[in-house]
């Protein structure tokens, strides 16, 4: 029986267990991720997907007198994040199909209807004034400016669980709004320049080539949801045209109209032509529209339904007509898995403040690691059927990484405990052998188990 102290104590947590099961290194080489020399790439990544359980950001926790921590270097992790020719998109977009597949449809009925779920929250950088596409921002909440980006997320979710599958940091289509230029002498056959130019493009451009790559990955989902930001006439019918349903937040503006009985109506003038449904009901009226133009038309089907808040009433478009007015506002009730992937994404994962880069690149590969931390969270949740919120796991982990490091100190101070018996003389290494294990054995079974990993069955050599 020995007592080995590594330098990282093998330790089966949750990072290690998400990492080998799914076998992230190898998703991370097809990606074109990869490290030319020093620590190896699969340690590297794990550390940055531990990061935000230890409580601190990147710079805080390197910043120490040797520049480094367990082997990990500033230089290393910063070379990593800003590397320009890493294809994270195609990462996360492996990642999150693979376990759809694996893990998450064999769990779920063919009779639930599976679904994507689009929308964007803002990135904040209100403090920064070089970060590469920096751009005046508005938030759609405050109705104001801030500094920053807009995170454009496209998620799964089969009614029990979300889980981000692409995003784009979009900066602004309007020169004017950007406060920091591109990066120039940038080689336009990287994945960085790539990501550069789509971040300058408008939103709806962008979700349309984000639904393709998602649709050719071989997920299924027949409907997309979104609120009125992007309910657009011509982005519909596009996705339509894409085999793609859409279950919408309507807005009336009185440049989008719908073709009813004959007539083009905006949205509050065609609310006052269908015919209500008599008392309280909570479903007012429903019809069957047509939108788009000339070029691209398609049937929908609009539900009104009571607004509790302002006692008003709100619409919802689906281009599924065969779905019932109840079944569609059931599944846009889905539409709030994505809210709370922002809200834990910036509450607990350290969205836009654990990485502090100035680069574009560096921006995107952190955000990348967020949503692999919540695709982690979400994956231990659902297939263990655990009862706890994502906010519970998240320190769940916490603690357990914090646990790892106390029982590395604890192991360090057994082997120096046998180091200082066998230079006492009349102590044997069996009798050494014996105390250890009598000690371990008297030790509670959360800090026993990880110290019986190290126990081998090979005499004690220092």
Same mark, same amino acid.
């Given at each position: ?104 449809? %064999? ?125 657009? %006439? ?19 503006? &009185? ?188 030790? &509670?079974?959360?800090?026993?188990? &990880? ?12």
């Amino acid at each position: 029986m020995s007592l080995t102290v590594p330098e990282n104590l093998a330790v089966e947590n949750q990072i290690n267990l998400f990492f080998h099961n799914h076998s992230l290194g190898q998703l991370l080489r097809q990606s074109n991720v990869r490290k030319v020399r020093g620590i190896s790439l699969d340690t590297l990544f794990q550390f940055l997907l531990a990061l935000a359980f230890t409580g601190k950001n990147l710079f805080c926790l390197l910043d120490s007198s040797d520049g480094s921590v367990q082997g990990v270097r500033k230089d290393a992790a910063y070379r990593l994040l800003n590397s320009v020719n890493a294809n994270w998109r195609r990462f996360l977009l492996f990642l999150s199909t693979r376990i759809i597949v694996d893990r998450l449809e %064999p769990m779920t009925s063919d009779a639930n209807r599976k679904v994507l779920i689009v929308d964007d929250t803002l990135y904040r950088r209100d403090r920064s004034k070089k970060v590469e596409l920096l751009a005046r921002v508005h938030d759609h909440n405050s109705g104001l400016y801030h500094r920053g980006f807009r995170m454009l997320t496209l998620g799964w979710s089969d009614g029990g669980s979300f889980l981000p599958m692409m995003f784009s940091l979009l900066s602004s289509a309007t020169e004017k709004s950007r406060l920091v230029p591109m990066r120039e002498n940038l080689d336009k056959r990287t994945n960085g320049y790539k990501r550069r130019q789509e971040s300058i493009r408008k939103s709806p451009d962008v979700l349309i080539d984000m639904i393709k790559l998602v649709l050719s990955a071989g997920v299924t989902a027949r409907y997309l949801l979104f609120d009125s930001w992007f309910a657009f %006439p011509a982005t519909i019918c596009t996705l339509r045209s894409l085999g793609m349903h859409t279950i919408c937040m309507l807005k009336d503006m &009185p440049n989008i109209r719908y073709t009813f009985e004959g007539k083009q109506l905006a949205l509050k003038g065609l609310y006052k032509q269908v015919k209500k449904r008599p008392g309280r009901a909570k479903i007012l009226a429903s019809c069957l529209v047509a939108i788009g133009g000339d070029k691209a038309s398609c049937q929908a089907k609009i539900v009104f339904v009571r607004d509790r808040s302002t006692k008003s009433w709100l619409g919802l478009l689906s281009t599924d007509t065969a779905l019932t007015d109840e079944e569609i506002i059931t599944l846009y009730k889905r539409r709030w898995d994505i809210e709370v992937f922002f809200k834990m994404a910036k509450s607990f994962l350290n969205l836009a403040k654990e990485c502090q880069s100035r680069s574009y690149d560096g921006l995107v590969a952190h955000s990348t690691l967020v949503c692999c931390r919540y695709i982690m969270l979400e994956t231990a949740r659902r297939t263990t059927a655990d009862p706890r919120t994502l906010g519970r796991l998240f320190h769940a982990t916490c603690d357990e990484i914090r646990q790892a490091k106390f029982v590395d100190a604890l192991a360090l101070l057994l082997s120096l405990l046998e180091q200082t018996l066998l230079n006492i003389i009349g102590f044997t290494k069996e009798r050494i052998r014996q105390w250890v294990a009598q000690f371990i054995a008297m030790l &509670p079974p959360v800090f026993r188990n &990880p110290l019986l990993l190290m126990v081998t069955n090979e005499a004690i050599n220092y």
